[in-house]
């Protein structure tokens, strides 16, 4: 046995090998050497932990190798005597039945003799046998019916035909003396097992026979699975036909010595206990979690991630060495027996943000050290620690709750859809904050621009007086010598000298913007700086990418400066051509009279300049409206853009509710979009004038029916900030008011968590902890050590054992876990493979050497009565004895909840 124990560990067994001299066929050979060759072939495979030594109505074989061990071999090898028997189902006729009884090695001999060997009887030809050698000769010899058949021989044809009832058998095994050191093994072939009673008269037998069995001796994957009620008949029924499940184990039923440590197929029996019969009857309580048929050790870890034990060593305070199990190890003892303590130093030595820097344990951490599985002692490793009350803290507090789930949610949202939800949110916010001010810039202006156009006068009215003028000029010139089609000719030259002159003052505007560009560049000086040009480190690049750049911008600015100048001259010469047209038409003699007619009568002049000025406000008027008409579109443009960004807030958050829900054992959770309508009443609230029954109606309104129709009631909302249509409270500007509000998300991604069907808020306390430890642990892709500090708490026994304990015991298998428990069903039910016993030194509760606190460890099969003249508490009794002391109250206070509960 190891020094330093760690609890339930893998190992491999061999419960069915046979040995030189055993009964019915000996294939080992003869010879003095025979022994030793078998013995050394067995030493050769330091893997096997047990063999089941197997032999035919005798252990003599067994004791043989037990002396062996007394003379130092096959040292870290427990031996079990295994009696291979052949029982019939009804009667001689049927098919006999291979079965195994394994007996307790600590039963004295004499008593398998005389309560097993000497009880069992078959009768043959009116003749009774026991199984005594001399029986078995006589019976050998009577199969024969030859005398002088010989001693041996007749021996093995006596065995041959040693078929037992298995009603005897079962009511042999099922003595006092022998009830607890007893288990049954059928074998499950077709050829010599159980399963080879196929028809229906037997078919009662038979499934008596598998109920008196404990194991079944089959490698058939079908039978692993049917016995543990994972096939056509699930666990209920297995139970109600067979008694219990029932695990299945193989052997390698070695007959010579080459097949000594040979498997079939290279797959063996591994189980997870001590090496001892104790050991061996755990697999009979824990069927699928203690048995396994394959080749490599199960449930195998990185061994970079588990802890492999812990060393304290403070004189005075704690001493001693605690191996860890790579599975489930808890600690238990009374309160204040320093579990806390023990567990507090592991997650503190590596530096968790769990263990507070005041912490009593802070102190004595020097004294401590951690070695991990791989054989560092690195500090600092990673490990999940969740100190006393904190995963009912989560569950209590809603906040807290919401966090985990969320990022839950972002650690399984593979697709990103929530990264690009919140990264679409401060897109949004960006966007907006620019936009919302160019909207009300635009507005303004535009509010300018139409009060520009109000004192203009309307469109319409100079229209029409300019028509009006119009015909009093005609009615004058007609009295004039000046014809009316020297008048028109004239009109005509007035109206293309108008149009020419626009044309010069649109050339004077470009020639001053050319004269500008001139003197610009059109890169940006940003862009070398922005895109770290001058970062490139790159051999290839380094230089030569920086240098073809700047001569690119130098032969870009030259091009640029010839084109700007080509359009220079081309358009002073498209100027001075339209002044060549203007003087013509200017000194034209129609245009010249009509400038004498004009001047030369007084009325008519006065009446021509009234007409100009008109014409120029006309003009105006003109000019005016269409830049009204373009800041409306841009004004339009902005106010759609800044609704459809705003309300795309919502259109994503649906999105990522539609693509992101997770489930997981039974757990689920569903992203759910959430309307923050009282954050969105109070900040209407907190920035609007609400006096009155008008501004208050409309408040509502929008806080009622924002969700139901957002784009609507924004596009109103933006309408009267731009408009000035809303009283806001003082100190509060409409285009803060306003870059707040549609910049803000008033929609959340929520959640509803949901376990077996239960809404995470409907749930008890205690269930609502078991969740938060379930979200913790089965969505995290951590693989480190747990360490929990009475994950139990808040949980009703019904719940732990219905839900905790199935929970750990299908984690641990991936993870290795250690906790402390004040409940027997988290160390009991859920099998815990190492239990960790502390104790604190007190007045009836003595540590050895005077210790603080001490601990021992070990396996729930690892027993012994307590022993009254031990002085330390820990080591008076057994692993299981502390267990049902501390956690049971002992074992008169189990026997009396078993009467009164009528178990």
């Not at 001490?854 to 009254?868: I, M, P, R, S, W």
């Amino acid at each position: 046995m190891n020094k330093y124990p760690r609890g339930s560990e893998w190992r491999k067994w061999d419960l069915h090998i046979h040995t030189p001299g055993t009964a019915k066929n000996d294939h080992f050979g003869n010879g003095e050497d025979v022994w030793e060759k078998y013995i050394t072939k067995l030493e050769s495979n330091a893997d096997i932990a047990v063999l089941g030594i197997t032999d035919y109505f005798s252990i003599d074989n067994y004791l043989y190798l037990k002396k062996k061990q007394e003379e130092g071999r096959l040292a870290n090898i427990t031996l079990i005597p295994n009696i291979e028997l052949r029982i019939l189902p009804v009667t001689q006729k049927d098919t006999p039945i291979n079965i195994h009884v394994l007996f307790d090695p600590n039963l004295p001999k004499d008593t398998i003799e005389r309560e097993f060997f000497q009880c069992l009887k078959f009768k043959y030809l009116d003749n009774e046998y026991s199984c005594l050698k001399r029986d078995l000769i006589a019976l050998g010899r009577a199969y024969k019916h030859n005398e002088d058949l010989e001693e041996e021989c007749a021996k093995k044809e006596g065995i041959s035909q040693f078929n037992v009832s298995y009603a005897d058998l079962n009511s042999i095994i099922k003595k006092p003396s022998l009830h607890d050191h007893v288990i049954l093994a059928v074998s499950n072939s077709n050829r010599d097992g159980n399963s080879g009673i196929q028809h229906s008269s037997l078919a009662a037998t038979r499934q008596e026979i598998y109920r008196m069995s404990h194991i079944i001796f089959s490698a058939n994957d079908k039978d692993v699975r049917f016995f543990l009620g994972k096939g056509v008949d699930d666990e209920n029924t297995i139970k109600q036909h067979y008694g219990s499940l029932k695990p299945c184990v193989i052997g390698s039923d070695a007959h010579s010595l080459n097949e000594v440590n040979v498997f079939p197929n290279n797959k063996c029996t591994w189980i997870k206990a001590d090496p001892t019969f104790e050991g061996l009857k755990q697999v009979m309580y824990e069927p699928e979690e203690r048995v396994r048929i394959q080749t490599t050790i199960p449930d195998d870890k990185n061994i970079y991630q588990i802890l492999d034990k812990v060393v304290l060593n403070e004189e005075g305070f704690w001493n001693g060495t605690i191996c860890f199990n790579s599975n489930l190890n808890t600690i238990i003892g009374g309160r204040s027996t320093g579990k806390s303590n023990l567990l507090k130093a592991i997650a503190a030595v590596h530096n968790h943000p769990g263990v507070e820097g005041d912490d009593f344990i802070m102190k004595h951490l020097g004294g401590v050290s951690i070695q991990w599985k791989d054989g560092t002692d690195q500090i600092g490793r990673e490990i999940e620690y969740f100190k006393q009350s904190h995963i009912h803290d989560i569950a209590s507090k809603a906040n807290k709750t919401s966090e985990l789930v969320e990022s839950i949610i972002r650690n399984r949202d593979k697709s990103g859809v929530v990264n690009m939800y919140y990264a679409h949110l401060n897109d949004v916010s960006k966007k907006i904050t620019e936009q919302m001010f160019s909207l009300f810039q635009t507005s303004k202006e535009l509010s300018e621009k139409r009060k520009e156009l109000t004192a203009l006068g309307k469109k319409d009215g100079v229209v029409q007086q300019i028509t009006i003028l119009k015909t009093k000029v005609n009615e004058l010139q007609k009295l004039s010598k000046f014809t009316l089609e020297q008048q028109a000719v004239f009109d005509a030259d007035v109206q293309k000298i108008k149009a020419l002159n626009l044309e010069m003052e649109k050339a004077d505007n470009d020639l001053k913007i050319l004269e500008k560009l001139l003197i610009v560049t059109p890169f940006d000086f940003s862009f070398e700086k922005q895109w770290q040009m001058d970062k490139l480190s790159f051999k290839l690049n380094q230089y030569d990418l920086l240098r073809e750049y700047k001569n690119l911008k130098i032969k870009t600015e030259q091009e640029f400066i010839a084109l700007v100048r080509k359009y220079q001259l081309e358009t002073i010469h498209a100027k001075n051509d339209i002044q060549e047209q203007c003087r013509v038409i200017k000194e034209s003699e129609t245009f010249k009279n009509g400038i004498k007619f004009i001047e030369g009568n007084k009325e008519l002049k006065d009446i021509s300049d009234r007409i100009t000025a008109e014409e120029k406000k006309l003009a105006l008027i003109e000019q005016l409206e269409a830049t009204i008409e373009k800041i409306r579109t841009d004004c339009n443009t902005l106010f759609a853009s800044i609704i459809d960004i705003h309300c795309s807030i919502k259109e994503k958050a649906e999105d990522v509710e539609k693509q992101l829900n997770i489930s997981y054992d039974g757990l689920s959770i569903t992203v759910k979009l959430e309307h923050h309508r009282d954050a969105l009443q109070s900040f209407l609230e907190d920035r609007l004038n609400l006096r009155g029954n008008e501004r208050q109606d409309y408040c509502i309104k929008i806080v009622r029916n924002y969700d139901s129709d957002n784009r609507t009631y924004a596009k109103d909302f933006l309408y009267k900030l731009i408009k000035g249509e809303l009283q806001l409270k003082n100190g509060y500007e409409a285009l803060n008011v306003a870059t707040e509000f549609f910049a803000k998300s008033w929609y959340g991604i929520g959640f509803e968590l949901c376990y077996q069907g239960d809404s995470f808020k409907q749930m008890s306390e205690g269930k609502q902890a078991f969740v938060i430890l379930k979200l913790l642990l089965d969505f995290s892709e951590k693989k480190c050590p747990i360490l929990i500090d009475q994950p139990e708490d808040s949980l009703d026994n019904r719940a732990i054992y219905k839900d905790l304990v199935s929970y750990i015991k299908r984690k641990k298998r991936e993870r290795q876990i250690i906790l402390i428990t004040h409940n027997s069903n988290v160390v009991v039910s859920a099998d815990a493979e190492n239990v960790i016993v502390a104790n604190q030194e007190g007045s009836d509760s003595h540590n050895r050497d005077g210790l603080r606190f001490q601990y021992v460890n070990g396996a729930l099969e690892e027993t012994h009565a307590k022993d009254n003249d031990e002085p330390s508490v820990l080591y008076s009794q057994g692993i299981r004895e502390h267990v049902c002391e501390i956690l049971e109250g002992g074992v008169e206070a189990f026997k009396i909840r078993e009467q009164k509960y009528g178990i």
